[in-house]
């Protein structure tokens, strides 16, 4: 079955702006994560749910879709660029990867990694 891209840009959208139940309820048991010094290696669904709970989430987001690969049925990966700004207005650049694997007919993040871009200066 291939993945529909829509819906997989609707999760990641959400996992943007979604709070921690959505993370515990959208991520795998287990997760790897490339995000930042502190954030990298195998992180537990509750672990990753608890830093959705700050209450800054991104009230803007612009993705660019620079490619989506389905090795098999039950995984995709996507990779684009993104454009966000927090509630307190902090914008922020990256070029982001994210792999799900489909467990009991659901998409399931169960790789994320960002690598932050520059911001140009305005």
């Known amino acids: 079955m291939t993945a529909d891209i829509d819906e997989l840009l609707v999760l990641e959208r ?7 139940a959505f993370f515990e309820e959208n991520t795998d048991s ?3 994560v490339a995000f930042s010094p502190d ?3 195998v992180m537990g669904n509750k672990d990753l ?3 959705a709970k700050d209450g800054n989430r991104w009230k803007v987001l612009e993705i660019d879709l620079k ?5 098999c049925n039950d995984v ?15 914008d922020y650049a990256a ?3 994210t ?8 998409w399931r993040m169960m790789f994320h990694q960002q690598t932050p871009l520059g911001m140009p200066s305005g």
């Open 67 to 71: 490619g989506m690969l389905q090795p």
């Open 14 to 20: 959400a996992f943007w702006t979604g709070d921690a």
């Open 95 to 97: 070029l982001v990867s």
């Open 99 to 106: 792999g799900y694997v489909r467990r009991g007919g659901n």
């Open 30 to 32: 287990e997760c790897l």
């Open 76 to 90: 995709a990966m996507l990779t684009y660029q993104a454009r966000a700004t927090r509630a307190d207005g902090e």
């Open 39 to 41: 954030m990298a290696g």
């Open 49 to 51: 749910a608890d830093t």
